[in-house]
């Protein structure tokens, strides 16, 4: 393969952050100090065509394009084809959200708006002469996005940046394969996290107190020479030998060196040599050759992923939006509040647990290869769909702007992994008896998702095989006498396990989903799909476009009629953990989904996330059976939990990130209008 060329004017390319430029005049800076022409400075952002720049010393100043021009002029190439590849694959996003501190709910003032996504390339980018982009990059660097296959291949390693991706509440763009990729995500998951998340945040702790031991040699040996007891680089390389750092001569002697150079390179020093580093220090300049306290912006975040790590070890779930006392302490150690000689003490503390907390994780060993591989062959086929299956009339233009899938009827059996205790084959073939459309009952199924307590993540060894899920019916069913099943309804056993399957018609699925139902918003949007269909991933993503505020009047009233029930059993001679773990599953996924705009229905990274302790003794209660009942006094706490959880209910509300009203109802109308006359016209 070979990569094009590219013949550039510098001054039409945008620099991204983090680009090393030099001054092409003098500039005054924000403090009134004058930097000189070819000074160097590094960029921190641009506003409105100007540049804010960052010199070596921490000074800000501000720039005009054609007053900077960048320090490596044999970097511009790679530039212009990155901003080419963003210009004309951007379209190709499928899927897109907000990482980083504006994710985690640990933003300032000051923070960026980082976009993470994956892109697909078109069949043509993969085929031709050039090679593929693998990552697409905004010329402002705010936003990157990978292509699916290394997307995936990260996925698969466990790559904390990717799945936090994956994960992140704040959705920017999510189109039909975006919703596929989302409701397959579990496919990533496994004991790969515990490396990628925890080992790797211990071992840049443990970097990060080497760098402490020595930037505080570095600052008493700048002292020492200041007073005069060191006297040149043999001295000051036998005192950094001698400081604890466990160096030996020979690499006390280069550090020596590299510290002058390093000095030098960021402005610091008139030249490399030991001489001006002393010369700097007699005459005053000790104190700025120091070196800055650690930046904190790092070790806060290493923190927040050693944290999920435990989350991921112990509920299966990540750790994304921070709330409570963790997300104080890890404000406190962004704003240097806290000594970090004493944050990577705790970093230490949690790193010492990762291994009793694997030991006993549920995580699965090794990721799902087969559901990725299938995944990221279908979206090969859809690309190819779109080169191969469009009429040849259309110009390049025209076929850039419609988008193909494939046989959008075609289902998938249990695309991805499902809960430890499900026969997934038991459960194929329930599917293709009573679902698919070649079964007995031709029902033309777009989506079932598995329900229920699996979901919930507090199944019994009794608990049944709650289906739910949607299918379609011509429209010409819908004009006649006789009025067509607008529901499907299947009770009883099947291969020794009790089966409860719902199936709901389009319109009436649709029809919940604008007014808010969260049983319905979680057929579409939760952790099990069953059985999928490319319509059904489009109406999934209609139903995330869909969410509103609406949700909170079904989750509160769900709540309130568990807390009736469980009331009900009071009276009648017990009340089952059953019930009251509904209580707190149906609040805490409504808090969650009206604060973040996610859904999560597993109870317990929810509990553990807001607080909520007793909710494992009740899980651990359930697990022993369907119908379990717990003590007067753990049933007194619970209730006292269920006052909070309703509290924070209604400030869930207040504080909504949804709209208060589901803003693509007209699409959501148009998608069950189209696809009722489409099986009609199919049928014919």
């Not at 995330?544 to 079904?554: D, K, M, P």
């Amino acid at each position: 393969m070979t990569v094009k060329n590219f013949k550039l004017d510098e001054d039409t390319v945008v620099l991204p952050k983090g680009t090393r430029v030099l001054l092409r005049v003098d500039i005054s800076g924000e403090d009134g100090h004058l930097h000189k022409e070819a000074s160097l400075a590094v960029v921190r952002d641009l506003r409105h065509h100007t540049y804010v720049l960052e010199t070596p010393s921490g000074r800000r100043l501000t720039a005009q394009r054609d007053q900077i021009t960048m320090q490596r002029a044999d970097l511009l190439a790679d530039l212009g084809r990155r901003h080419w590849d963003f210009r004309k694959l951007k379209d190709e996003v499928i899927y897109s959200a907000v990482v980083g501190s504006q994710a985690w709910g640990l933003a300032n003032a000051d923070s960026d708006e980082d976009v993470r996504g994956c892109f697909v390339a078109p069949f043509d980018e993969s085929s031709g002469l050039w090679d593929m982009p693998y990552t697409l990059q905004d010329p402002t660097g705010e936003s990157s996005y990978w292509e699916v296959a290394k997307l995936v291949e990260q996925g698969l390693r466990g790559d904390a940046n990717t799945l936090e991706t994956l994960w992140s509440p704040l959705y920017k763009e999510v189109r039909p394969l975006g919703e596929r990729l989302l409701s397959m995500r579990r496919m990533f998951v496994s004991m790969n996290i515990l490396g990628s998340f925890g080992r790797y945040a211990q071992s840049q702790f443990k970097k990060m107190a080497r760098s402490l031991e020595r930037d505080e040699a570095v600052r008493t040996l700048i002292q020492k020479m200041g007073k005069g007891d060191v006297g040149d680089a043999v001295q000051a390389a036998a005192f950094l030998k001698g400081a604890g750092l466990g160096m030996s001569a020979g690499t006390a002697k280069k550090e020596v060196h590299a510290l002058c150079r390093s000095l030098f390179d960021r402005g610091l020093l008139p030249g490399t040599s030991f001489t001006d580093f002393r010369s700097t220090v007699v005459n005053g300049g000790g104190v700025r050759l120091e070196p800055s306290s650690y930046r904190p912006k790092n070790a806060y975040n290493l923190l927040r992923l050693l944290h999920s790590c435990v989350c991921w070890l112990r509920t299966g779930e990540p750790l994304i939006q921070v709330q409570g006392a963790l997300r104080v302490r890890l404000l406190e150690i962004k704003e240097q509040k806290i000594p970090m000689e004493e944050v990577v003490a705790e970093a230490k503390a949690i790193a010492d647990t990762l291994d009793d907390e694997a030991a006993t994780s549920r995580l699965p060993e090794r990721p799902d290869y087969r559901a990725a591989d299938e995944f990221l062959k279908v979206c090969r086929r859809e690309q190819a769909r779109r080169v191969f299956a469009l009429p040849s009339g259309l110009d390049e233009g025209q076929r850039e702007k419609v988008e193909v899938l494939g046989d959008d009827w075609t289902p998938e059996l249990v695309p991805e992994a499902l809960p430890p205790d499900i026969d997934a084959s038991a459960l194929k073939s329930f599917l293709r008896r009573y679902i698919e459309p070649t079964s007995e009952r031709h029902v033309q199924a777009l989506w079932v998702a598995l329900t229920g307590a699996h979901a919930y993540g507090f199944p019994s060894p009794d608990s049944d095989v709650d289906l739910k899920g949607c299918f379609v019916t011509p429209a010409d069913s819908l004009l006649g006498i006789k009025a067509p099943k607008l529901s499907i309804d299947f009770l009883g056993d099947w291969e020794g396990r009790e089966t409860d399957l719902t199936l709901n018609e389009l319109g009436k699925c649709a029809s919940l989903l604008l007014s808010g139902n969260g049983n319905m918003v979680e057929r579409f949007l939760g952790p099990f799909q069953v059985l999928t269909t490319p319509l059904g991933h489009r109406l999934a993503a209609l139903a995330r476009g869909s969410l509103s505020q609406r949700v909170a009047r079904h989750y509160h009233g769900f709540f309130r009629g568990m807390c009736r029930e469980s009331g009900v059993e009071a009276k009648a001679g017990g009340r089952t953990a059953k019930r009251m773990l509904y209580a707190y599953r149906v609040s805490l996924t409504g808090i969650h989904l009206l604060r973040t705009g996610e859904v999560v229905t597993n109870v317990r990274p929810l509990a553990e996330q807001h607080g909520f302790s007793r909710v494992v003794d009740l899980i651990n209660i359930k697990e022993q059976a369907e119908k379990q009942t717990v003590s007067e006094s753990d049933a007194m706490q619970c209730l006292a939990d269920y006052e909070r959880l309703e509290v924070l209910l209604h400030e869930a509300l207040e504080k909504s990130v949804l709209p208060e009203e589901p803003p693509n109802a007209d699409e959501m109308n148009a998608f069950v209008v189209g696809q009722r006359l489409r099986l009609m016209n199919q049928r014919r």
